[in-house]
């Protein structure tokens, strides 16, 4: 499994999981979570600036690979859209909540990605009124495809003891 297509499974997870869930404005509008991979959309010169909160997208941080297995390190971002100047952080971390839940309760998704604990959570400081955002973070274990080494060294060297045999013997004979 690539880094693209845990995306791809933790977007359409992400999307199924939240399809019922609503976040609410100070004027009690509703608004339907919006779930994306990678990033959000670009905003187009018509597009309205509301139009892609709130959000939860899946990001990928990078990725390592050990001789034990591998594991690619995701972020999942949290963002709303709130100009309340008082209570802008509470839908926030309901959502928060809400993911945090989906997160822990999924331990394999799609039969296809395990996430792993840790998950630690955290608000960024850089917080600009009226987007409010947070992320969660975690490793996702992903299966290796690689050519066992021992059998490939020794297949190595056996090959290479032939060619050198043979060209003692043809260097002997040759005497």
Do not use: C
Not at 21 to 27: L, S
Not at 123 to 130: A, I, V
């Amino acid at each position: 499994m690539t880094a693209l297509e845990i995306l791809s499974t933790l977007e359409a997870y992400l999307k199924e999981q939240l399809k019922d869930y609503r976040v609410y404005d100070k004027d009690q509008r509703s608004f339907e979570v919006n779930v994306f991979s990678g990033a959000l959309p670009k905003k187009m010169r018509d597009t309205n600036a509301l139009t892609y909160y709130p959000a939860v997208y899946p990001i990928t941080l990078g990725a390592t690979d050990t001789t034990d297995g591998s594991s690619i390190n995701v972020r999942v971002v949290i963002a709303v859209h709130d100009d309340g100047v008082a209570n802008g952080h509470v839908e926030l971390f309901n959502l928060v909540e809400k993911v945090r839940q989906i997160l822990l309760k999924a331990t394999i998704i799609d039969g296809r990605a395990l996430i792993n604990l840790p998950i630690k959570w955290e608000t960024s400081l850089d917080t600009t009124w009226p987007i409010w955002q947070a992320w969660a973070e975690f490793t996702v274990d992903i299966q290796q495809h690689r050519t066992p080494t021992m059998g490939w060294f020794e297949s190595g060297v056996k090959d290479e003891q032939k060619r050198y045999s043979r060209v003692y013997r043809s260097a002997l004979s040759r005497r």
